[in-house]
């Protein structure tokens, strides 16, 4: 019995602190269709919950497609300590979305991609990967604070066969955490990936100069690489 209430007292502050840096992809969210201005405070009306990640909010709701714009809202609940708050400059980390979105904490506008004409319609499709989002620290709270997606994307025939957007296209990665600690794992990333593509343009140019001598800039080439 001892050993009971001790094990139940030292799991109590793991269970409060929130261990950031956090997978928003981890927690649980809920999705609306359309979008109003108040749902960036918190969605209201009728919701669902997402089942997971990657979000196909096309394959969600099942719209009829006909060419409309579609409006969808997504919503998740991220609750932050003390501790979690003197970590540092907090940060979101997108590793991959789109069509058209904007992303509100607290109910306050961080960071937008909008492109939209008088009407409401979408003049630049387009996707975003890799994007770093700072959350100023005055809209940061200790316990709850509301995370708000608001995508845009159009209803069209060729979107049965391609139905990703909008949404998040990827099962992980999409991170809250200190602003060094994400630029410092992701950095890393980006320069592995791109030693990658040098080695492989060095290596491939090398090749082509063995099998044709008399062509040296393809040694100088490989060798920059």
């Given amino acids: 019995m001892f050993c009971r209430l001790l094990f139940a007292l030292l799991l109590v502050p793991a269970a409060a602190h929130a261990d950031l840096p956090m997978d928003l992809a981890r927690l649980p969210w809920q999705a609306r269709e359309g979008f109003a201005d108040a749902d960036r405070f918190g969605l ?4 669902r919950p997402v089942p997971g990640f990657p979000v ?7 719209p009829e497609l006909h060419g409309q714009t ?7 609940t991220l609750h932050l300590t003390d501790r979690d708050l003197k970590s540092g400059h907090l940060a979101i980390f997108l590793r991959g979305l789109g069509d058209n979105w904007e992303l ?3 109910g306050h506008s961080i960071h937008k991609e909008m492109f ?15 994007r770093m989002v700072s959350i100023e620290s005055q809209y940061l709270l200790p316990g709850p604070n509301t995370i708000v997606f608001h995508f845009v994307g159009a209803a069209e025939p060729s979107a049965r066969m391609n139905d990703a957007v ?3 296209f990827f099962s992980e990665d999409y991170m809250v955490g200190p602003t060094t600690y ?33 062509d040296t800039h393809y040694l100088h080439f490989g060798l920059f690489c």
Avoid at 70 to 76: A, D, E, K, W
Avoid at 189 to 210: C, E, K, P, Q, T
């Fill in 166 to 168: 909008p949404g998040f």
């Fill in 70 to 76: 579609l409006h969808y809202g997504m919503s998740t």
């Fill in 44 to 47: 209201t009306g009728e919701t």
């Fill in 104 to 106: 509100f904490f607290n």
């Fill in 182 to 214: 994400l630029q410092s794992r992701y950095s890393e990333r980006i320069d592995l990936a791109l030693m990658g593509v040098y080695l492989f343009f060095g290596l491939y140019h090398l090749l082509l100069y063995v099998a044709r001598r008399v």
């Fill in 116 to 130: 939209l004409d008088n009407e409401g319609r979408i003049l630049i499709r387009r996707t975003s990967m890799g």
């Fill in 56 to 62: 196909s909010l096309i394959r969600l709701f099942g």
